[in-house]
C-alpha cells in the first residue's frame, strides 16, 4: 500500500513503531518546534555512499544492552561526515551494538547538518542538538535505568568536534534549559576526531561547513576545541591513526596536550596505521578493545 501526503511527523511516527519492533526506539531530539531551525520540507536521504545528508528532522536511536548486561553507563553517539552528512550506519549503529556488548546503553544522535536552508545559525545548530541529547537522556534516565554520572558523549570526525564540542562548551546553554540540567558529559571517546580550526591541522572542509569560508579570528578561536579546554572538561579518550591522511592526527595530540595542562584525566592511543576511518589494520580490528579497556579502567564498563 502507498501511502501519500504524510507530514514529517507522521512519518517520524511510524519509523517510531517500526523501529520499536526491532528492539531500538527512534525518538524526536524535540516535541515541538526546532530550534535555530528553518521551516522546511524533510528532504533528507541517503547519499551512494550511504550517508545521511539534508538532515533538518533530529533524532535519538536508543540501543539497550541485553537483559542483565546494562551497567548504568549510557554514551550519546555523534557519526561523522565532514558537517555535510552522516556515516550513521558505521560510526551509529554499528558503534552502538558494539557498546551494548560491553552493558552499554548506546544513542546514536542524528543530528542537524550546518545547512543554511535548514538552520538560522548553522555555528550552532549540531551542539544545540547534542546538548539537547544530553539533556534528554539525564532528564529520561530512570527510564533506561541510567546513571546521570555516567553520561558519556563519543565522536568520530567531525562528530568528534561536536562531541568535543558538547565537552568544552557545556557551560553555555544554546538549547533552553528551565530544569537547568547540566549539560555536561561525564566522559568523552573522541575517535580521528577534528579538534581543531586553525589554520595549520584544520580540516578545511569541517570548518567551512560549520562556521564558512570567510569565518572571523574569533569564531575559528570559539570552535578550535583545545583552546577551550578547562579543568572541568571530562575525563577523554583520544583514539587516532598516525597516517591518517584526512583528518590529522595532530588534532589528538593538541587535545591531549591540553588537557594534561589542565590536570584533566586522559588517555591516548595512535596506531601507526590505520587511516581516517579505521578502515587499515591495526587499527581496524583492535581500535574498540582500547576504547573498551579504558572504559573498564575508569568504570564505565564491566
Not at 572538561?233 to 591531549?256: Q, R
Amino acid at each position: 500500500m502507498k501511502i501519500k501526503n504524510l507530514s514529517a511527523l507522521a512519518v517520524l511516527l511510524i519509523l517510531t513503531a517500526t523501529m520499536d519492533l526491532f528492539g531500538q526506539q527512534v525518538i524526536p531530539l524535540y516535541e515541538t518546534k526546532i530550534p535555530n531551525s528553518i521551516k522546511t520540507p524533510n528532504i533528507e536521504y541517503e547519499t551512494s555512499w550511504h550517508f545521511l545528508a539534508k538532515i533538518s528532522q533530529p533524532t535519538l536511536t536508543v540501543y539497550t544492552p541485553a537483559p542483565g548486561l546494562a551497567n548504568g553507563t549510557a554514551v550519546i553517539i555523534c557519526p561523522g561526515g565532514g558537517y555535510t552528512s552522516l556515516n550513521i550506519k558505521q560510526e551509529g549503529y554499528a558503534i552502538a551494538e558494539r557498546l551494548n556488548s560491553v552493558g552499554i546503553t548506546a544513542f546514536v544522535l542524528k543530528y542537524r547538518l550546518p545547512d543554511d536552508s535548514i538552520v538560522i545559525d548553522k555555528s550552532i545548530g549540531p551542539l544545540q542538538d547534542a546538548q539537547r541529547a544530553i539533556m534528554i537522556v539525564k532528564m529520561r534516565a530512570k527510564e533506561w535505568n541510567i546513571d546521570t554520572t555516567k553520561v558519556g558523549i563519543m565522536g568520530f570526525s567531525a562528530g568528534g568536534h561536536l562531541a568535543s564540542s558538547a565537552g568544552t562548551h557545556f557551560a553555555q546553554s544554546f538549547i533552553d534549559n528551565p530544569s537547568n540540567i547540566s549539560l555536561r558529559p561525564n566522559f568523552m571517546i573522541l575517535v580521528y576526531p577534528v579538534i581543531s580550526f586553525t589554520d595549520s591541522i584544520a580540516h578545511k572542509d569541517s570548518r567551512t561547513a560549520l562556521i564558512g569560508k570567510n569565518a572571523a579570528a574569533e569564531q575559528i578561536v570559539l570552535f578550535s576545541n583545545e583552546l577551550q579546554v578547562n579543568s572541568n572538561t571530562p575525563p577523554t579518550f583520544l583514539i587516532h591513526a598516525g597516517d591518517d591522511g584526512l583528518v590529522t592526527v595532530k588534532n589528538s595530540i593538541v587535545f591531549y596536550l591540553a588537557l594534561q595542562k589542565n590536570k584533566v584525566p586522559a588517555g591516548m592511543h595512535i596506531f601507526p596505521k590505520g587511516q581516517h576511518g579505521f578502515f587499515m589494520e591495526p587499527a581496524h580490528s583492535n581500535w574498540f578493545e582500547y576504547c573498551s579497556k579504558w572504559l573498564r579502567e575508569n568504570g564505565w564498563s564491566k
